[in-house]
């Protein structure tokens, strides 16, 4: 091998190896979540940035074996201009479920949901000031939260917060307006709970009917979920033990053909 | 050497550099998601900084810039000791703020201090600051602080007079949150507030302290 072949392998190496340290930063997770700015009529008392959403955004109803539907609900309180977290809140919500946007369409007060929880505390995250969930498990549907308490601002005043917001449903292929009972001021949103059914890639009930062996049936759906959903989460661990093996490799490779070159040269050079 | 020998030996050290900074980063990912660990949280930079000013001498209009932190705008805690007059504002001016490329994206303030009478000697005084302030003023988002002389004339700094500046959080980016009002440092006046927690005067304790009243 000359030297030039080598210098170029070596160079592949290195770029490689590059890319595919530089590819994970390109991963990115959707974070989606409302925001209203408080702004009370207190001496004292500057703007107040309210969060609200659903932890691990985008969510999916619990599905056995599949996914387990955990998806708190959380806030962050801040100091709007300063940015500094606002521990101390005393928060509540009250839960309302529909369980699609019919049922959503029909009701004309938040006491027609088709489920209600009410009262539910929302602690203050340990050692994360200004962030406050409830932990649930949610299941495919439209939720939305009545949120309600007092903010602690720096020790001079109790702020009361009282506002109501619901998930939007303006993503994942499906639409409808679920505003009709938001309070005013929410800006962005989180989204509403899917069907992780919903995917599946190919959809698993034409792959189903594709196949005419009854016997297999059972066989096609445990593809079907290797491949598909319980393989998503399979998918994000083994995506860096993949990398990790890459890079080694990669490596490996360039050092193997550079040592080669570099041992010929010197062979060739003589004593 | 030949230097395609050498340039091939080059190239495969950088290999092999690479590959062990991708592992080792890797790695840290998988460690970083033990999130039951204690250790310093997402955005907390542990970050100290201290400034002996003994022998400095500012002239007037003299600027010391002690920290800048951009573009991330940080909380924290400041110290300075340095030469006071008979009301315990500091000769030197403490400003903090953005101080940006572009004159339009700048904006410091004056930062609100805390007099401390029992750490105080006779030729300069002792002060704390909270950054930011969000109840007694200043700038709201801080990524520079600086020592500005507004006095008139120079200021010389005592033998154990000093800064010292930590830093507890980062708050944000001010690329996410930039200042949308421009206020340069040659607007301000010479003069910090100062607070006193200590004396008999209670009108002076700012913002965010309960005063407890002494029985007799």
């Not at chain 1, 530089?22 to 969060?51: C, K, Q, R, W, Y």
């Not at chain 1, 949120?147 to 998930?167: K, M, N, Q, R, S």
């Not at chain 1, 079907?224 to 994000?236: D, E, H, I």
Request: charged share 20%; glycine share 12%; net charge negative.
């Amino acid at each position: 091998m000359t030297d030039n072949k080598a210098y170029i392998i070596a160079l592949a190496a290195v770029l490689a190896t590059m890319g595919l340290l530089v590819s994970p930063s390109f991963i990115g997770h959707a974070f989606a979540h409302a925001h209203m700015t408080l702004t009370p009529d207190i001496e004292n008392v500057n703007p107040i940035s309210v969060v609200m959403g659903h932890t691990n955004e985008p969510t999916f109803g619990v599905k056995s074996g599949v996914h387990n539907g955990m998806h708190n609900v959380e806030v962050f309180l801040e100091d709007a201009n300063t940015a500094i977290p606002l521990s101390g809140a005393d928060l509540k919500i009250d839960k309302y479920y529909f369980r699609d946007f019919r049922s959503f369409e029909r009701a004309s007060s938040l006491d027609r949901a088709d489920q209600i929880e009410l009262n539910v505390t929302l602690g203050e995250s340990f050692g994360e000031p200004g962030h406050y969930e409830a932990e649930q498990i949610l299941q495919p549907g439209i939720y939305g939260y009545k949120l309600y308490g007092t903010i602690d601002y720096f020790g001079v005043a109790e702020v009361p917060i009282d506002t109501t917001l619901f998930c939007r449903m303006d993503s994942g292929g499906s639409s409808g307006d679920t505003s009709k009972f938001n309070g005013e001021g929410w800006g962005g949103g989180y989204g509403c709970t899917s069907d992780i059914d919903d995917l599946y890639f190919p959809n698993r009930p034409n792959l189903i009917k594709s196949t005419d062996a009854d016997a297999g049936e059972a066989e096609l759906q445990q593809v079907v979920l290797t491949g598909g959903s319980a393989g998503t989460v399979a998918a994000q661990g083994s995506t860096s033990a993949f990398q990790i093996l890459a890079v080694g490799a990669t490596a490996a490779v360039g050092g193997f053909f550079g040592l080669r070159a570099f041992r010929n040269r010197r062979g060739q050079q003589g004593p | 050497m030949p230097e395609g020998l050498a340039r091939l030996k080059l190239l495969v050290v950088a290999a092999g550099v690479t590959a062990i900074i991708g592992l080792v980063a890797y790695n840290s990912s998988v460690f970083a998601s033990h999130s039951f660990e204690l250790g310093v949280s997402g955005g907390t930079i542990p970050d100290n900084t201290h400034i002996r000013l003994d022998g400095l001498t500012l002239p007037p209009g003299g600027v010391l810039p002690v920290y800048d932190a951009s573009p991330n705008f940080v909380a924290g805690h400041f110290l300075l000791r340095a030469p006071c007059d008979d009301d315990h504002v500091p000769t030197i001016t403490v400003i903090a703020g953005h101080i940006d490329e572009s004159e339009h994206g700048t904006f410091v303030d004056k930062v609100p201090l805390y007099y401390i009478d029992h750490a105080s000697g006779p030729d300069s005084c002792v002060w704390h600051a909270h950054i930011p302030d969000p109840l007694n003023g200043g700038a709201p988002r801080v990524t520079d602080i600086d020592l500005v002389n507004l006095s008139g004339a120079p200021v010389g700094f005592n033998p154990g007079d000093a800064v010292d500046i930590n830093v507890q959080r980062v708050l944000g980016n001010i690329a996410d949150a930039p200042y949308e009002e421009m206020q340069l440092p040659a607007v301000l006046t010479h003069g910090n507030p100062v607070f006193d927690l200590n004396d008999d005067d209670h009108t002076n304790d700012g913002l965010g302290f309960e005063h407890e009243e002494e029985e007799e």
